[in-house]
């Protein structure tokens, strides 16, 4: 008998029926002996839904403001999941994020969290209740409403179960995470395990199936996190620390691509290492999360340099760009794919980079960027090669 | 230069367009020189839509959980409408009922605001900022989300402008005060200014313009509050206290009905008093409203009783009952219009009630139940003659 954290995303939560199946789930497990504390993501499109109503008011809505609005959708679901488990006779009880004080800080849309104040869960799940809690929001010092980015509800979950000493169960609309996204390669294989690093560089690359801040914190605990499909029997995944996985030999455990990026090239740029340094602390400051970064060697003193930029920050981000070089030498690639092979086993194997690249030189496809991590390496390439990529990489790294 | 507190219902912020066009409103308002706070409606049927969703779950939803979810609804139009007026260049700040800590007690679904804390509207207000605050919601001392009930942000207008020495403006669809619902009869008249006892009666009877507990705190600390269209130069209503009003000799003011009622008739229960006392302090106890009280003589000790209670309050009622009398002699009767007139003139005018029953009788119009104060006689007739007892009264009394 222990505390349980289980996250149920948008989709398992996205009709009235849906929300139902939940609560059963729930009282069984309940049943079971488990203290429950669930987090529930906005029902199906609802985020999307208030993302758009902000963007009909403005282009850029206020951060505030919309952090506020996007609020709402989490605290709906929590209600009406709560209802449902009552109606079915069980103890149940919503807290928002004001109501349990999950306390964040940083900027609006991506705020991190500092604390939870889990008195009340803990006095809620004595009583015997089924606690329900809003994922994605949190309240900052100066008593706003914050939220923690897309995907934030993952976070919720995880720091909820830092805090409450428990396990951590994520439900979703995927049945376990796999070595390349199945919707994109038909023969991607399910892992029983995987390694918190291997999962974080996949999930930043663009493996949307769960929130990179939610790993480093279940990794920094050492939680282990179970991923899988809601209402199922289907095994999923465990998200752990390597020293507890048994270490194959296969070097490459993932591959991951996103079209979410654009290239953003500099040319003819002082190579004045004070400068560019200047240029991203600025484009940092402003949280815009510059990911790929490479530079030529100078010629004459000048240098050209590619970074990648989120497409949604394109706009901010240029224009703290304009001021630091001529707008005719500033040129935007937006079709590009990130795509990256992961695995812990990389440490220990060469060659894997200069294969993958052999690999796309004998397919036609051209790389643009690279870059690479002790268990990544990523390179951007055209996206009318991406499908291709997929298939050739995957097949001979037996993804 | 004052303190205006504005409330814009539902109708009138259904739309982004809508939305963008009271903050160009606002703005015009602010730059007349005035401090504005401004409460707003859920937008359009949002408040009816999470109702529908809550009883997908449950025809009976627990209350706690229903509040929180009926509250997203304001949370959502005030950032909007925040961020209109951001978007428009001017400063501006939304708050919930917890940021500004609308202490609620009572009852979910219809909780009474106990005080709110003004001072971050003040400071807001002191920096420029056109505030934004979500009606019809509260936290209660266990920091629950509450709710005030149908309408409840006209109270939450109120309380705000008492507050903070306001001035009170309800925009809503509908340009002003009439004598009789214009869409019930065509004649009716606009009334320039109506006494809060006045407004009272009509509004608990069915008139729809405002909610009741709105007006009877605008009456107790004297708050005149103005009603009218949003964005619109039609003159609207002033309700305001009596001794400021130019007492015309018209013993009738309005006339107001609604078929929101059923009737429960008891037969032949014991005339003891303290068995009826108790049956009404019980069904009061659950915050039902029993409206129209009217009993018979006793006979052998007998009386027959019946009242009115609000249709979406049958159920609960019902189970009340039937530990007091017999199912036997319990019948309902569905068919009930309230039929009201309200003039503070009748105070010195006899025969008004007379007047009344003899067009009733007349025209060959049944009333069933009948029940009085010093300003209003309401009586209970079959729906069919609704529509001919508003024409002959509306038309005898010039309303």
Not at 21 to 31: G, S
Not at 217 to 228: F, N, S, T
Not at 275 to 292: G, P, Q, V
Request: glycine share 8%; hydrophobic share 35%; charged share 25%.
């Amino acid at each position: 008998m222990g505390i349980v954290v289980q996250k149920y995303g948008g989709s398992s939560v996205s009709t009235i029926n849906k929300i139902k199946n939940i609560a059963k789930t729930l009282i069984n497990k309940k049943e079971e002996g488990n203290d429950l504390v669930v987090v529930v993501s906005a029902m199906g499109d609802t985020t999307d839904d208030l993302i758009s109503l902000a963007k009909g008011i403005s282009k850029n809505p206020d951060k505030r403001e919309l952090d506020a609005l996007m609020s709402t959708g989490e605290m709906m679901s929590c209600a009406l999941l709560s209802m449902a488990i009552r109606e079915l006779g069980y103890d149940s009880i919503s807290y928002t994020a004001y109501q349990i004080d999950i306390r964040t800080s940083g900027q609006y849309g991506k705020c991190l969290i500092d604390d939870i104040d889990v008195t009340k869960i803990k006095e809620s799940l004595k009583k015997g209740k089924i606690v329900i809690t809003a994922g994605f929001q949190g309240v900052n010092k100066n008593g706003d409403i914050t939220t923690l980015g897309r995907g934030g509800s993952d976070t919720s979950a995880v720091a909820l179960a830092v805090k409450l000493n428990g396990v951590c169960e994520i439900y979703t609309d995927v049945d376990g995470i796999y070595s390349v996204d199945p919707r994109k390669y038909k023969y991607a294989k399910k892992l029983d395990a995987i390694d918190y690093e291997e999962m974080l560089e996949l999930s930043s690359l663009g493996a949307q199936v769960m929130h990179s801040r939610s790993i480093e914190l279940a990794q920094k605990y050492q939680i282990p996190i179970y991923v899988g499909l809601s209402n199922s029997n289907i095994k999923g995944t465990i998200i752990k620390g390597v020293n507890k996985m048994n270490l194959e030999s296969k070097p490459v455990t993932g591959l991951a691509t996103s079209d979410d990026d654009i290239a953003v090239n500099l040319k003819e740029i002082d190579g004045n290492i004070n400068i560019l340094s200047n240029l991203f602390e600025t484009i940092a400051s402003r949280k815009i999360n510059i990911d790929m970064i490479s530079q030529t060697s100078p010629i004459n003193g000048k240098v050209n340099v590619s970074f990648t930029v989120p497409k949604d920050e394109q706009e901010e981000c240029m224009s703290i760009i304009k001021n630091f070089s001529n707008e005719r030498n500033i040129s935007i690639d937006e079709d590009i794919t990130k795509f990256s092979i992961v695995g812990i086993g990389m440490k220990n194997t060469s060659g894997v980079a200069s294969k993958m690249f052999k690999l796309f030189s004998d397919n036609n496809i051209n790389v643009k960027m690279i870059t690479t991590s002790e268990i990544r390496i990523t390179c951007t390439i055209s996206q009318k090669d991406k499908n291709k990529a997929i298939q050739i990489v995957a097949e001979k790294f037996y993804l």
